[in-house]
C-alpha cells in the first residue's frame, strides 16, 4: 500500500471515530442543567478545545496564518457561527423531526458547493452514495419519531436552520478550497486551532447578543467537566479528525460521515432503553451502514 492511500484509509478510519465522538456527545449534553445558554456554553467548549490544540500549535514555527489566511479563517469561523447560532435558534420553532431532516442535506450540499468551488470532481458514484446515507439517516430519523410525519413542514424556521446547513456544509469545503491554494496551514492542528478559536470569538459574540451571560453562573462542578469533556473530545478531537480528513478526502465524503451520527445515538438508545427495538429502525439503519462501506470501499481505491 501507498504512502498516499494509507493517508486515505487513516482518514476514513478517522472520519468512524469522528462519528463515535460526535454520537457519544448527545447523551453528555443531556446530562447538563437546563437553562445554560447554548451558544455560549458553545464557545466555552471550542475556547477549550482551541486551548487543548494549542501545544501542537507552539510546536511549529510558522504558526500565525497569513492576512489571506487569516480572512479565511474568519469565513470558515463564520461559518461555524452561522450553524451553531441558527441551530440554537431554530430549537425552539422547528421540530426535532424537521431539524433532522434538513440536517441529512448536508453532505450532498457540501458536494455541490465543492463543484461550484472546483474541490470536488465529477463523481456519480459518490453522489449515489451520498443519497444513500442520505435516505438511511432519513429512515432513521422517521424511526425514532415512530413514523410520524405530522412535524414536518417548511416555514421560516426550518428556512433558517437551511441556512445553517448550508454554512455547516460550507466549513469542509472552505478548509479544501484554503489547502488547495496554499492559503490554510499543511497541519492539521493549526488548521483546527485557528477555525475553532475564531469561531469561538463569534459565536461568544452572538451568545453576549440573544442571550444572558450572568446564567452562566447557574453551573456546578458537573457542568463544568461535562464541557471541558465536550470541548475536548466533541470539539477539538472530532475537528482535528475531521481537518486532517480534509487534507485527503473531498467535501462530500468527510462530510458523508454525519449519516453515522444518528447510528450511533441509535445504538445507545438500544442500550438504556431496549424496549424501542423494532423492525422500523432496519431500513435506516441497514442504507447508513450500506453508505459507508461503499464510502470506505472507494476510498480504498481512489479519492
Not at 433558517?160 to 488547495?180: E, N, R
Request: positive net charge.
Amino acid at each position: 500500500m501507498t504512502e498516499a492511500k494509507r493517508g486515505i484509509t487513516r482518514a476514513h478510519l478517522g472520519m468512524l471515530l469522528w462519528a463515535l465522538f460526535v454520537g457519544l456527545s448527545f447523551p453528555a449534553v443531556g446530562l447538563m442543567s437546563e437553562g445554560l445558554p447554548p451558544l455560549l456554553l458553545t464557545a466555552f467548549r471550542f475556547s477549550i478545545a482551541a486551548l487543548a490544540l494549542l501545544p501542537l500549535v507552539l510546536r511549529q514555527s510558522k504558526r500565525w496564518p497569513s492576512f489571506p489566511g487569516l480572512l479565511l479563517y474568519a469565513l470558515m469561523g463564520l461559518s461555524l457561527a452561522g450553524f451553531f447560532g441558527t441551530m440554537f435558534w431554530a430549537a425552539h420553532r422547528i421540530s426535532a423531526l424537521s431539524m433532522a431532516t434538513l440536517f441529512v442535506s448536508v453532505p450532498l450540499l457540501a458536494y455541490c458547493l465543492g463543484r461550484g468551488l472546483g474541490v470536488e470532481r465529477p463523481a456519480g458514484r459518490l453522489l449515489a452514495i451520498l443519497a444513500l446515507g442520505a435516505f438511511g439517516a432519513l429512515g432513521l430519523a422517521l424511526a425514532e419519531n415512530n413514523g410520524d410525519l405530522a412535524e414536518l413542514k417548511f416555514g421560516v424556521g426550518e428556512l433558517a436552520f437551511f441556512f445553517g446547513c448550508i454554512a455547516s456544509a460550507l466549513y469542509p469545503v472552505l478548509s479544501k478550497w484554503g489547502l488547495y491554494r496554499g492559503v490554510l496551514a499543511p497541519q492539521a492542528g493549526l488548521r483546527t486551532f485557528w477555525s475553532l478559536l475564531i469561531g469561538a470569538i463569534l459565536i461568544a459574540t452572538l451568545g453576549f447578543i440573544w442571550e444572558q451571560p450572568a446564567t452562566l453562573a447557574r453551573m456546578d462542578l458537573r457542568d463544568v467537566a461535562l464541557v471541558i469533556y465536550l470541548g475536548v473530545f466533541s470539539s477539538g478531537m472530532t475537528f482535528f479528525l475531521q481537518q486532517r480528513a480534509t487534507a485527503v478526502l473531498t467535501p462530500g465524503a468527510v462530510t458523508a460521515y454525519s449519516y453515522l451520527v444518528p447510528f450511533v445515538s441509535m445504538m445507545l438508545l438500544f442500550v438504556s432503553q431496549p424496549q424501542r427495538i423494532g423492525w422500523h429502525w432496519l431500513p435506516g439503519s441497514l442504507m447508513v451502514v450500506l453508505a459507508i462501506a461503499l464510502l470506505l470501499r472507494r476510498g480504498a481505491k481512489h479519492e
